[in-house]
Nanobody
Framework: QVQLVESGGGLVQAGGSLRLSCAASGRTFSRYSMDWFRQAPGKEREFVAAISSTGGTTYYADSVKGRFTISRDNAKNTGYLQMNSLKPEDTAVYYC????????????????WGQGTQVTVSS
């Protein structure tokens, strides 16, 4: 099973940018699509973005489309989430995940979760 470790979270002002990274251990990272989810205090975990195993297909939640970009480097076993034009409502713990589906917004398709990284956007 792939182990995932997120990094790059922090505190940023509204309008700013952050890039999250997701480092994977094991040799099977490139076999799976990769997702980002987030969970704000008192809310359910929600889908943010997904990218296919080869990186050829991406899918975004409407709330982040045009502001966030998901990418991956299979040679480095690492995935990324570039977040621009951040808003206070983007504040959450962000989780990367490997999914068995091509690109899927469903947590039920996830086979591995990272531990999460906190992103806080101040107004």
């Amino acid at each position: 099973q792939v182990q995932l470790v997120e990094s790059g979270g922090g505190l940023v002002q509204a309008g700013g940018s952050l890039r999250l990274s997701c480092a994977a251990s094991g040799r099977t990272f490139s076999r799976y699509s990769m997702d980002w989810f987030r969970q704000a205090p008192g809310k359910e975990r929600e889908f943010v973005a997904a990218i296919s195993s080869t990186g050829g297909t991406t899918y975004y939640a409407d709330s982040v489309k045009g502001r966030f970009t998901i990418s991956r480097d299979n040679a480095k076993n690492t995935g990324y989430l570039q977040m621009n034009s951040l808003k206070p409502e983007d504040t959450a713990v962000y989780y990367c995940a490997n999914s068995r589906a091509l690109v899927s917004p469903l947590a039920a398709d996830v086979v591995s979760w990272g531990q999460g990284t906190q992103v806080t956007v101040s107004s």
